[in-house]
C-alpha cells in the first residue's frame, strides 16, 4: 500500500479511538517501522510499504488505538534535543519538564558542580544537564533497579560520561554528601486523581506517579530532607502539579529556604518551584 493512503488510515483509526494527536501518532509509529524520520515520510509519500512492514505498523496502531503510549510502542522518546530509551519501568519524558531543565541552568553557574536528580526514571532530566555542563558531576538516582539500568544505557548511547546513576531511595546512602543543585520530578499526584484514568499516565508507574498526602508527601519530604545535602547558596528545583505550587512555596519558606520562585510550564500553568538553600 502506498505510504500516503495507509497514514490517513492510521491516522483515522486513531482519531476515531480517541488519541489526541492521531496524525502525529501514525508518522512516529511508521518512521519505526521503516527506520525513518518524519520529513522521509513526507518527500516519499508515494513510497510502497511491504506487505510485512505492513503488518508491523498495523500491529503498532492497534495497540495505540488501545490507548498504550507511543513512546512505549517505539522504545524512544525525544527530551531536550536527545533521544532516550525508554521502558514501562519509568515515566514517559515530557516536555513541560524541560522547563525544570532551563531554570536549574539558569540558576547555578556553568563551572564545576555536584548535582543530583532525585528519582531520575530515564534518566532524562540528569543527562539533560549532563550534555549543557561537562564540568557538572550529576548523580541520578532511582530506587528501581531497571530504571537506573535504562539510565545508564542512555548515558553510555548518549556519550555522556559526566552522569553517573546508582539504584537508592531519595537521600538514603548519601550520608553527609552535599550538592551545588538538586533536582526532582517526584510522584505528585493525589491517589484519587482523575488523571490517573486519562490517557499515557494510565500505563504509567503508579509508584512514579502517586504520593500521599494528597500528592504532596514526597516533595515535603524533598524539601526537608534537601537541606541537609545542599550546599550553602545552592539550589533546590522540583516539579508539581498546576494546583500545588502555593503550598510548595509555604513549605520552602518554613524550611528556611530564600529567593523562592515558581516557574509557569509551557501551558502557563504553575510547574516547577525552586529555593536557594541559605546555610
Known amino acids: 500500500m502506498r505510504l500516503d493512503r495507509l497514514l490517513a488510515g492510521a491516522a483515522a483509526r486513531l482519531r476515531e479511538a ?9 508518522e512516529v509509529l511508521l518512521g519505526h517501522v521503516l527506520g525513518r524520520d518524519r520529513t522521509w515520510l513526507y518527500t516519499w509519500n508515494d513510497h510502497d510499504v511491504a506487505g510485512f512492514e505492513h503488518a508491523r505498523f498495523a500491529a503498532l496502531v492497534a495497540a495505540r488505538a488501545e ?3 507511543v513512546a512505549y510502542l517505539t522504545g524512544e522518546r525525544e527530551f531536550w534535543g536527545l533521544r532516550l ?4 519501568s519509568t515515566l514517559i519524558p515530557r516536555p513541560d519538564t524541560e522547563r525544570l531543565v532551563e531554570a536549574a541552568l539558569a540558576c547555578t553557574p556553568a563551572g564545576a558542580a555536584d548535582v543530583l536528580d532525585l528519582g531520575t526514571g530515564s534518566g532524562a532530566i540528569a543527562l539533560a544537564l549532563a550534555s549543557e555542563r561537562p564540568a557538572w558531576r550529576v548523580t541520578g538516582i532511582d530506587r528501581v533497579p531497571a ?3 535504562l539510565a545508564r544505557d542512555n548515558a553510555a548511547r548518549l556519550g555522556l560520561a559526566n552522569a553517573v546513576f546508582r539504584v537508592g531511595d531519595w537521600f ?3 550520608e553527609a554528601r552535599r550538592f551545588t543543585l538538586i533536582v526532582a520530578n517526584p510522584p505528585y499526584l493525589a491517589a484519587d486523581d482523575p488523571h490517573l484514568a486519562q490517557g499515557d499516565v494510565r500505563f504509567e508507574p503508579p509508584s512514579a506517579l502517586v504520593a500521599e498526602g494528597a500528592g504532596l508527601a514526597d516533595l515535603e519530604h524533598l524539601i526537608d530532607a534537601g537541606r541537609e545535602h545542599l550546599e550553602p547558596g545552592g539550589h533546590l ?9 502555593e503550598a510548595l512555596r509555604e513549605a520552602f519558606a518554613a524550611a ?3 529567593s523562592i520562585v515558581t516557574h509557569d510550564d509551557l501551558a502557563g500553568l504553575p510547574r516547577v518551584t525552586q529555593g536557594c538553600w541559605a546555610g
Not at 85 to 88: G, K, M, V
Open 18 to 26: 480517541g488519541s489526541p494527536t492521531p496524525r502525529l501518532d501514525a
Open 237 to 245: 528545583l522540583l516539579e508539581h502539579g498546576m494546583a500545588q505550587g
Open 147 to 149: 530504571a537506573v539500568a
Open 85 to 88: 530509551q525508554t521502558r514501562a
Open 172 to 174: 538514603a546512602g548519601l
Open 67 to 69: 490507548g498504550r503510549p
Open 256 to 258: 528556611g529556604f530564600r
